[in-house]
């Protein structure tokens, strides 16, 4: 069965630190693998990554994928209190997303 | 506001009911998808819509879930029989289903939470 495995459930850090999110995939078909970030409501969009080793960037955020070990991280630099959220990593095949569990950060200051 | 809209925000029903909720997606998006969260999890896809076609609805969790998109537009997602396993966050969401980063970057809506008691 396809899934979407992330790393940690939770984190808890301080602002300034520097943070690495995991997601790894067991899906037939894989197209791309999407980042999402959920506050307290709807997710919003973050990355989209489809070749491996090629990072995108956005600011603090970035993300790599690497196809042949079936993983991404997205990393946050020098985080903000509002980075606080749920990350969320999803993987596409077949015309729709499968998420992962999901990674709850808070950001203490 | 020109993003994803859904209605109700909120809705509680007695075991047994019917449900229906309503999503306006993004006016230019021609994609439009249901999903279920639970608390602690992520998203579960249900189904999608291209225009008016219902794509893919084999992930519907039951024959008691249905859902329509008549005009292309606006999309309808119906529960009968609430169940108090049916309690979740319903969201839609649109993308404008053309290729790459624009088929996949899909625009969630805020959500219907279901309270089935």
């Known amino acids: 069965e396809d899934k979407v495995v992330q790393s940690p459930l939770s984190l808890v850090v301080h602002e300034g630190d520097t943070v690495t999110l995991n997601c790894s995939y067991e899906?037939?078909?894989?197209?791309?693998l999407l980042w999402y970030k959920q506050e307290k409501k709807a997710p919003t969009f973050l990355f989209m990554l489809?070749?491996?080793?090629i990072e995108k960037k956005s600011g603090r955020l970035s993300s790599i994928l690497d196809k042949k070990e079936l993983s991404s991280i997205l990393n946050i630099t020098a985080t903000q209190t509002g980075d606080s959220a749920i990350y969320l990593c999803a993987v596409e095949y077949g015309n729709k997303l499968v998420f992962g569990a999901g990674t709850i950060l808070r950001v203490k200051s | 506001d020109t993003g994803v809209s859904q209605d109700p925000r909120h809705k509680i029903t007695k075991r047994g009911q019917n449900v229906t909720f309503r999503c306006d997606p993004i006016?230019?998006?021609?994609?439009l998808y249901w999903y279920r969260q639970t608390l602690g999890q992520g998203p579960e896809f249900l189904t999608y819509?291209?225009?008016?076609?219902?794509?893919?609805k084999s992930r519907l969790l039951s024959d008691r879930f249905s859902a329509e998109r008549p005009k292309g537009s606006f999309s309808t997602l119906e529960i009968q029989r609430t169940e108090q396993g049916d309690s979740a966050m319903y969201l839609c969401?649109?993308?404008?289903?053309?290729?790459?980063?624009?088929?996949?970057?899909?625009?969630f809506g805020p959500g219907t939470r279901l309270t089935v008691t």
């Open positions: 489809t070749s491996s080793g």
């Open positions: 969401a649109s993308s404008m289903g053309t290729s790459g980063r624009a088929l996949h970057e899909q625009y």
């Open positions: 819509f291209q225009n008016e076609a219902q794509l893919e």
């Open positions: 899906v037939t078909n894989f197209r791309s």
């Open positions: 006016s230019e998006h021609n994609r």
